[in-house]
C-alpha cells in the first residue's frame, strides 16, 4: 500500500497546509482520526444513545484531516431525525472507510520516507 493507493477521499493537502509539512505532527493527527474513526463508529447506529455525539464527532476530525465527504456526510446525519438517520449513517460509514484506506495508505507512504531517511 501506497500513495499510489489513494482513492481520493481524503484531501491530505489540507492537513500538509495545517502541520506545515512535519511529517511526525502528520502522522500523530491521522493516527487520532484513526483511534476517534474506531472510538466513534460503534455508535452509528440508531440504537445507540450517541450517534448523533458520535456524527458530530467524526464531522470534526474528518474536516481537520481533509476528508470531506465523510464531514459532508456526517453533517447530514446529524441534522435529521433519528427514523430518518439509518440510511445516511450508512453513508457514514462507507465514507469512513474510504477515508480510511486513504489514511493507511497515506501513513504507509509517510512510513517509508522516515525509513529513507
Request: proline share 3%.
Amino acid at each position: 500500500m501506497a500513495r499510489r493507493d489513494l482513492s481520493g477521499a481524503v484531501d491530505f493537502s489540507v492537513l500538509e497546509r495545517m502541520t506545515g509539512g512535519d511529517a511526525a505532527v502528520t502522522e500523530e493527527i491521522l493516527g487520532l482520526f484513526v483511534q476517534q474513526a474506531a472510538i466513534w463508529t460503534p455508535l452509528l447506529d440508531v440504537r445507540e444513545e450517541g450517534w448523533r455525539d458520535a456524527a458530530h464527532t467524526l464531522r470534526g476530525a474528518a474536516a481537520g484531516i481533509g476528508a470531506e465527504a465523510v464531514a459532508h456526510a456526517c453533517t447530514l446525519a446529524e441534522m435529521v431525525d433519528k427514523a430518518d438517520a439509518p440510511p445516511l449513517l450508512d453513508r457514514v460509514r462507507t465514507a469512513l472507510e474510504a477515508a480510511l484506506a486513504d489514511v493507511a495508505a497515506y501513513r504507509h507512504e509517510l512510513m517509508l520516507r522516515g525509513l529513507k531517511g
